[in-house]
């Protein structure tokens, strides 16, 4: 450019250092840069600065920062306002009340009369800067919002005054009114984008509330006794010495380590008649399995997993490492018609009655009943009932060496204690036939039957009697009597097995139990480990149940491929709401930019629109969240019970769980993805100028 006949650098050197100030570096504008190369907001920064470098008197901008951000917006402000003076002055025409108050010396608002398409300039509409300018910044703030009210149309015009004299913006209804019209629009035509959301929302959660169901529940079955804990049979009249050998092998930190399982304990398992409670046949009886535990110090670690509240239906453990309970299985008191009120199983003892081999039912007290027992078991006792049972001679068991004492259980109340009595001891003094053994009745207190303070009723014959079946008849004749029948079921008879001090046999083990803990992982080197011990000599005394340790393998496999999937169905929720979120969101921005531009160029600043929409995306998620949980909730519920109704499946346990932390940290995670998929789509559009929102540039 060559004016006034200047050179062409004494032209260009004072607009360098305005296109230095606006931050256009010559690398971007010199005389070689076509203008087809420049952006929008070059352009116009580069058109100011023409405008700037001539002799003017006035200088007429028109939105002279509708393309630039807010920085260069008011960098390009100071250098007009720096350019003012007696002899120039700047007339600007823009949208930015902002920067009107801060650099305009005069603000003449344009207002469209109502039905005309043209603007005016009112006498009123004119303010100087000394009206403003001592201002604190709350009453600088009403005066912004007059300025922006007088934008309404005049039939609102006297309302908006008076609205924004009396408070700012941030206590009027205008962000409660955007809000509300954003999420309107947001929901799209008939709702179509909430129900989009809400059916990805109630199938997302359907599928991760199965997912985190079956993995609940694959954990509980690796801490199961079934499968944490493997058995290993080692017939003792085949390994002998062997036995104690491998057991002291397996116990050897350095294989518990690398095969990963805590503890080997031993117990041998064994057959015991047992009794319908029905049926008083002596000659019918039914055989059936159970096993021995260790309850001494410290207790075989297998009894906390069958006593675990999971498991446990009612009682507790045994008393001591000399107890005559049993803990017995649930299907062992079904099969056999006892309930769980009964304190006693009868078990058969075989005694000879002079002709033949019959069997007495003896009343053994129930400590504990539980749901199910390791093995195939039906009942557990101490390693001490075991052998009293086992011994051959003067056993506890048998009713022939229990003749001088009769034991009643009271199952009554405390106030009926003196009625039984009477009723016990008239009976008694009434049977004449017994009277050569002065049998007497005491009441005691006893444990040995209850955990709390039982009472007994001692029957005690002295001397006593030779005949081994008097103890017998006389219990048959006692609850014959009209005076006992109605405390029959109520005072029940047993044998006191506590008196037992005779010399036990040998106790002999057969089974190792090996407790892994829930980590199975070394399960299958923990098999070939374990075929390993077997010598040449001695091949298959060591017995693996090769079924159990695949259902172990296939237990193992199954957690953690369910683990992967359902780490992948979280990513694929998230992915897919965050996505959808973002459409939406993007979609809706570009609808109403040139609304944003225009409520920007009067003073909405880039922080407060973006907290606007991160809230109205908040309450947009939240609305959506809180029924497609309550939805999801009951789907799954009702799938649950059909799948429980239709399938051989676990009925004792839910396989949709949607309310434990692991689903709501999920939805949390959720929540903040999309909050900040909301803040990058409104931050990428709302950094645009009002002009490029307005314009579409």
């Known amino acids: 450019m060559v004016k006034d006949k200047r050179t062409f650098s004494e032209v260009v050197k004072p607009a360098e250092l305005i296109l230095k100030r606006i931050g256009l ?82 603000i003449a608002v344009i207002t469209k009369p109502p039905g005309e398409k043209y603007g005016v300039i009112d006498s009123g509409n004119i303010f100087n800067r000394s009206e403003w300018e001592n201002q604190s910044s709350e009453d600088r703030g009403v005066f912004r919002e007059k300025l922006r009210a007088l934008y309404f149309s005049k039939e609102k015009h006297q309302e908006a005054e008076v609205q924004t004299r009396a408070v700012p913006l941030s206590e009027t209804g205008f962000t409660k009114l955007f809000i509300r019209n954003e999420l309107r629009s947001l929901y799209g035509k008939k709702y179509v984008n909430y129900f989009i959301l809400l059916f990805l929302t109630v199938f997302s959660l359907l599928v991760l509330g199965f997912a985190n169901g079956t993995l609940n529940y694959i954990d509980l079955k690796l801490k199961d006794a079934f499968v944490n804990w493997v058995t290993i049979k080692i017939p003792w009249a085949q390994s002998g010495d062997r036995f104690q050998e491998i057991k002291e092998k397996l116990n050897e930190p350095a294989n518990a380590q690398r095969y990963r ?103 053994v007290p129930i400590r504990a009943v539980v749901r199910s027992i390791p093995g195939k078991n039906l009942f557990i006792t101490t390693n001490y009932f075991k052998m009293a049972y086992d011994q051959a001679d003067g056993n506890t068991f048998d009713p022939q060496v229990h003749r001088n004492k009769i034991c009643l259980y009271l199952a009554i109340s405390e106030p009926e204690i003196p009625a039984i009595t009477k009723d016990l001891r008239s009976s008694v003094s009434e049977m004449k036939e017994f009277s050569e053994w002065s049998p007497g009745v005491d009441i005691v207190t006893d444990q040995s039957v209850d955990t709390g303070q039982s009472k007994i009723a001692e029957i005690r014959f002295s001397p006593e009697p030779e005949d081994t079946m008097v103890a017998g008849t006389f219990i048959r004749k006692l609850f014959s009597l009209q005076s006992m029948k109605k405390w029959e079921g109520r005072a029940i008879p047993y044998y006191d097995l506590s008196q037992f001090n005779e010399q036990l046999p040998e106790l002999t083990d057969d089974i190792l139990c090996i407790n892994f803990n829930g980590d199975l992982d070394s399960i299958r080197s923990f098999k070939q480990f374990i075929f390993s011990l077997n010598k040449p000599e001695e091949k298959d005394v060591i017995e693996l149940d090769d079924s159990a340790i695949r259902e172990k393998e296939n237990y193992n496999f199954m957690s953690k491929v369910t683990l992967i999937i359902s780490f992948g169905l979280l990513f694929f929720a998230v992915f897919c709401i965050a996505l959808f979120i973002m459409n939406v969101l993007r979609l809706h921005l570009l609808q109403v930019k040139m609304n944003l531009g225009t409520l920007k160029a009067f003073g909405l600043n880039n922080a407060e629109t973006n907290q606007l929409y991160i809230k109205i995306m908040l309450l947009f998620v939240i609305l959506v969240m809180i029924p497609g949980f309550t939805i999801a909730y009951f789907i799954g519920k009702l799938i649950d019970r059909m ?31 999309s909050m900040l998929v909301t803040g990058l789509v409104a931050r990428k559009i709302l950094l645009k100028s009002p002009g490029d929102l307005i314009y579409n540039r």
């Not at 200088?59 to 007009?80: K, Q, R, S, W």
């Not at 490492?321 to 009120?341: A, C, K, P, R």
């Not at 799948?643 to 434990?660: E, H, K, P, R, V």
């Open 643 to 673: 799948i429980g109704s239709f399938l051989a499946m676990d009925q004792n346990y839910t396989y949709f769980q949607i309310t434990d932390g692991l689903i709501l940290g999920i939805i949390l995670i959720i929540f903040l993805v």
């Open 261 to 363: 399982y805590s503890s080997a304990t031993s117990y041998p398992e064994f057959s015991m008649p047992i009794f319908d409670k029905n049926s008083h046949d002596k000659y019918r009886v039914f055989s059936e399995k159970g096993r021995t535990i260790e309850n001494g110090s410290p207790p075989d670690p297998m009894l906390k997993d069958i006593l675990s509240a999971s498991n446990l239906v009612q009682g507790s453990v045994f008393r001591s490492t000399s107890d005559f309970g049993l803990i017995v299985s649930s299907q062992l008191l079904s099969n056999y018609h006892y309930s769980l009120n009964d304190r006693f199983l009868y078990v058969g003892f075989k005694i000879f009655d002079g002709h033949q081999d019959v069997y007495e039912r003896i009343p």
């Open 25 to 106: 570096t010559a690398k971007e504008v010199n005389e070689h840069t076509m203008a087809t190369n420049l952006s929008g907001g070059q352009r116009q920064r580069l058109s100011f600065v023409r405008a700037l470098n001539v002799n003017y008197s006035v200088l007429f901008c028109d939105e002279p920062t509708g393309n630039l951000d807010e920085v260069n917006a008011h960098e390009l402000m100071e250098i007009v306002k720096g350019s003012c003076s007696f002899t120039r002055s700047a007339i600007v025409v823009s949208h930015d009340i902002n920067l009107a108050i801060k650099y305009a010396d005069q």
